[in-house]
């Protein structure tokens, strides 16, 4: 815009010098000429006036003094006089234009250009009273003379010029633009420019508050958006359609190693399984798949999102299912477990009733062998009423409402309920501590109490003992089951409480276990937000506690 301004400027400047310097030598010529033509006149005249009175040496006498040329011609052309050339070897005058006029109205006159157009020859001529023609002439500059003969003048002038009007356009530009180069753009009504450029920044005034508050409305959108994706557990990762990697929200970033969350889509991860999902979606098609990662599974949905006529963007979600799918694990663990549970006693009770069905049993062992169909049918009974407690913890709880329940009391029925059982182990099994209580299901902590005191007995050594102690520890609530017997090996410890585990198998079944017994306590523990607590040691004995959250 500069560089246009500053043009326009100095062309102007320029034109219009030149303009102005060319009419002016115009003028001036003109003015010349017409001053000349008068000179001529009034010599004309005077000679004229002065050739009446005298005769033709007077016209000679005037000749040889006079600066101008003279020309005396005949009515019919012939020149007669002429104080500059020999009038003899002159050609007839009688065509040219002035003297032709003259002797046609009185005057005539005329001038013509020298062949180098460099001079001018202007001619009066008279009609005197006796039918000759008076020619005056003289010699001046034409204006091309004069311009050449001023040319190295007209140059210098000519360069001045073009430095002036360089210098005023120069000038010119910087105070026009001064203004506009200084504009402040980011309040543009402060600006005290031209009116002219008013509206134009009351319309920039404009636009820039719209910017402002759509920014703001982005910023806030993206605030959001982060906010939201930070607070997500699920991954997400957007891909462009070049596969490079535009957002990655603070779950993926966690999960992954640090800045591999940039560039593209496989500087995150190599995993064959990401990879095709990833690809697919980027190729238009929408994918899912399954992925390990630090022990953990995840699984991948990968979405397409088409971009105008660019290719596949991609959206990826990446969700922890490692939970779930050991649940998904442990039902059919479970299902095959009870299968094969269930089958055990059965068998059992199927090979007796068929030995007695085929009458190989003696009458008097009859007695023995449906005694110890009972005990098989007891234990499927129990197994059966143990996996239906389980299954009801495990879907969310037993119904039950919750109520005050005195635990001391609890632990006295408890003890009463296995006396019988005790005294057969010949294990003495005592109750003691404060009577406490807790908010929960009667039936299921009477179960739990129960479950870990028939293992203290079952698991104990003859003349061992049992001790059930309640209480409250730093204002929470627990319950103590503390015995003398076997003990579980540090490895078994936690794995005691998975669903059919038992340390030893044989010794389990001849107690009567189901391999469910912990498993119950553990899930009725989780419904009353208690905590287990389990010390043991081979030999010595074991001690477990639930502690109940804080009154
Ligand atoms: P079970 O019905 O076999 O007793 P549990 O779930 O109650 O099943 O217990 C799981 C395993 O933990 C038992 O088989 C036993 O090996 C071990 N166990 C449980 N309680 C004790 C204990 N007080 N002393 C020693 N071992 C125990």
Redesign the pocket.
């Given at each position: 815009m500069r560089k246009r301004v500053f043009g326009s400027i100095f062309l102007t400047a320029l034109i219009t010098l030149l303009l102005t310097a060319s009419m002016l030598l115009i003028a001036v010529h003109s003015g010349l000429s017409q001053d000349m033509r008068g000179r001529l006149a009034n010599e004309c005249s005077y000679i004229a006036t002065a050739l009446q009175d005298g005769d033709r040496q007077e016209l000679e006498r005037i000749g040889r003094v006079y600066a101008d040329r003279i020309t005396l011609i005949g009515a019919d052309g012939t020149v007669l006089y002429d104080n500059e050339s020999d009038a003899d070897e002159m050609e007839n005058h009688a065509a040219r234009p002035e003297v032709a006029a003259a002797l046609e109205k009185g005057v005539g006159e005329s001038s013509r250009l020298s062949s180098t157009l460099s001079e001018q020859t202007y001619y009066y001529a008279l009609r005197l009273g006796n039918g000759m023609v008076l020619r005056v002439s003289s010699v001046a500059n034409s204006a091309l003379g004069a311009l050449s003969t001023a040319s190295p003048w007209i140059v210098l002038i000519v360069l001045v010029a073009l430095l002036v009007a360089a210098l005023l356009a120069s000038w010119l530009t910087h105070v026009f633009l001064e203004p506009i180069v200084s504009l402040d753009l980011h309040a543009p009504l402060k600006n005290d420019a031209y009116d002219e450029l008013s509206p134009l920044l009351h319309r920039m005034d404009k636009q820039n508050r719209k910017i402002k508050s759509q920014l703001n409305e982005l910023e806030r959108r993206q605030a959001e958006f982060d906010d939201i994706t930070a607070r997500m557990d699920e991954g997400l990762v957007l891909f462009s359609a070049q596969g490079d990697i535009l957002f990655a929200n603070r779950a993926v970033c966690a999960l992954f190693p640090k800045d591999s969350a940039v560039g593209s889509y496989m500087t995150l991860c190599r995993d064959p399984e990401y990879i095709r999902v990833v690809e697919g979606a980027l190729g238009g098609k929408s994918e899912h798949g399954r992925m390990e990662k630090d022990g953990r599974v995840y699984s991948l949905t990968a979405s397409s999102v088409t971009e105008d006529g660019q290719g596949h963007a991609a959206v990826l979600f990446l969700v922890d299912i490692t939970e779930r799918d050991q649940a998904e694990r442990q039902r059919q663990e479970f299902t095959a477990n009870v299968s094969h549970e269930l089958k055990t006693p059965l068998t059992s009770i199927m090979g007796f009733a068929e030995i007695m069905e085929n009458g190989i049993v003696r009458p008097e062992d009859i007695g023995r062998f449906a005694g110890k169909i009972r005990t098989e049918a007891h234990r499927l009974l129990t197994l059966i009423e143990?996996i239906i407690r389980l299954s009801q913890l495990d879907e969310g709880g037993d119904p039950a409402p919750f109520e005050a329940v005195e635990l001391a009391a609890l632990c006295g029925t408890v003890r009463d309920r296995l006396q019988h059982k005790a005294a057969e182990h010949k294990v003495t099994l005592s109750v003691a501590g404060a009577p406490v209580t807790v908010s929960g299901q009667r039936r299921t902590l009477e179960q739990m109490i129960f479950?870990?005191a028939?293992?203290?007995i079952?698991?104990?050594k003859p003349d061992g003992s049992v001790r059930l102690e309640t209480g409250e520890e730093h204002g929470a609530p627990f319950v103590r089951?503390a015995?003398t017997?076997?003990?579980?090996a540090p490895a078994?410890q936690q794995?005691?409480?998975?669903?059919?585990?038992?340390?030893?198998?044989s010794?389990?079944?001849m107690?009567?276990?189901?391999?469910?017994?912990?498993?119950?306590?553990k899930h009725g523990a989780a419904l009353h937000h208690a905590e287990i607590e389990m010390q043991?040691a081979l030999d010595e004995?074991?001690t477990?506690t639930l502690r109940f959250p804080k009154i």
């Amino acid at each position: 815009m500069r560089k246009r301004v500053f043009g326009s400027i100095f062309l102007t400047a320029l034109i219009t010098l030149l303009l102005t310097a060319s009419m002016l030598l115009i003028a001036v010529h003109s003015g010349l000429s017409q001053d000349m033509r008068g000179r001529l006149a009034n010599e004309c005249s005077y000679i004229a006036t002065a050739l009446q009175d005298g005769d033709r040496q007077e016209l000679e006498r005037i000749g040889r003094v006079y600066a101008d040329r003279i020309t005396l011609i005949g009515a019919d052309g012939t020149v007669l006089y002429d104080n500059e050339s020999d009038a003899d070897e002159m050609e007839n005058h009688a065509a040219r234009p002035e003297v032709a006029a003259a002797l046609e109205k009185g005057v005539g006159e005329s001038s013509r250009l020298s062949s180098t157009l460099s001079e001018q020859t202007y001619y009066y001529a008279l009609r005197l009273g006796n039918g000759m023609v008076l020619r005056v002439s003289s010699v001046a500059n034409s204006a091309l003379g004069a311009l050449s003969t001023a040319s190295p003048w007209i140059v210098l002038i000519v360069l001045v010029a073009l430095l002036v009007a360089a210098l005023l356009a120069s000038w010119l530009t910087h105070v026009f633009l001064e203004p506009i180069v200084s504009l402040d753009l980011h309040a543009p009504l402060k600006n005290d420019a031209y009116d002219e450029l008013s509206p134009l920044l009351h319309r920039m005034d404009k636009q820039n508050r719209k910017i402002k508050s759509q920014l703001n409305e982005l910023e806030r959108r993206q605030a959001e958006f982060d906010d939201i994706t930070a607070r997500m557990d699920e991954g997400l990762v957007l891909f462009s359609a070049q596969g490079d990697i535009l957002f990655a929200n603070r779950a993926v970033c966690a999960l992954f190693p640090k800045d591999s969350a940039v560039g593209s889509y496989m500087t995150l991860c190599r995993d064959p399984e990401y990879i095709r999902v990833v690809e697919g979606a980027l190729g238009g098609k929408s994918e899912h798949g399954r992925m390990e990662k630090d022990g953990r599974v995840y699984s991948l949905t990968a979405s397409s999102v088409t971009e105008d006529g660019q290719g596949h963007a991609a959206v990826l979600f990446l969700v922890d299912i490692t939970e779930r799918d050991q649940a998904e694990r442990q039902r059919q663990e479970f299902t095959a477990n009870v299968s094969h549970e269930l089958k055990t006693p059965l068998t059992s009770i199927m090979g007796f009733a068929e030995i007695m069905e085929n009458g190989i049993v003696r009458p008097e062992d009859i007695g023995r062998f449906a005694g110890k169909i009972r005990t098989e049918a007891h234990r499927l009974l129990t197994l059966i009423e143990d996996i239906i407690r389980l299954s009801q913890l495990d879907e969310g709880g037993d119904p039950a409402p919750f109520e005050a329940v005195e635990l001391a009391a609890l632990c006295g029925t408890v003890r009463d309920r296995l006396q019988h059982k005790a005294a057969e182990h010949k294990v003495t099994l005592s109750v003691a501590g404060a009577p406490v209580t807790v908010s929960g299901q009667r039936r299921t902590l009477e179960q739990m109490i129960f479950n870990l005191a028939d293992n203290a007995i079952a698991y104990n050594k003859p003349d061992g003992s049992v001790r059930l102690e309640t209480g409250e520890e730093h204002g929470a609530p627990f319950v103590r089951v503390a015995d003398t017997g076997i003990g579980i090996a540090p490895a078994d410890q936690q794995r005691v409480f998975e669903r059919f585990y038992r340390v030893d198998k044989s010794h389990s079944k001849m107690t009567g276990g189901t391999g469910l017994g912990l498993s119950i306590v553990k899930h009725g523990a989780a419904l009353h937000h208690a905590e287990i607590e389990m010390q043991s040691a081979l030999d010595e004995g074991t001690t477990i506690t639930l502690r109940f959250p804080k009154i």
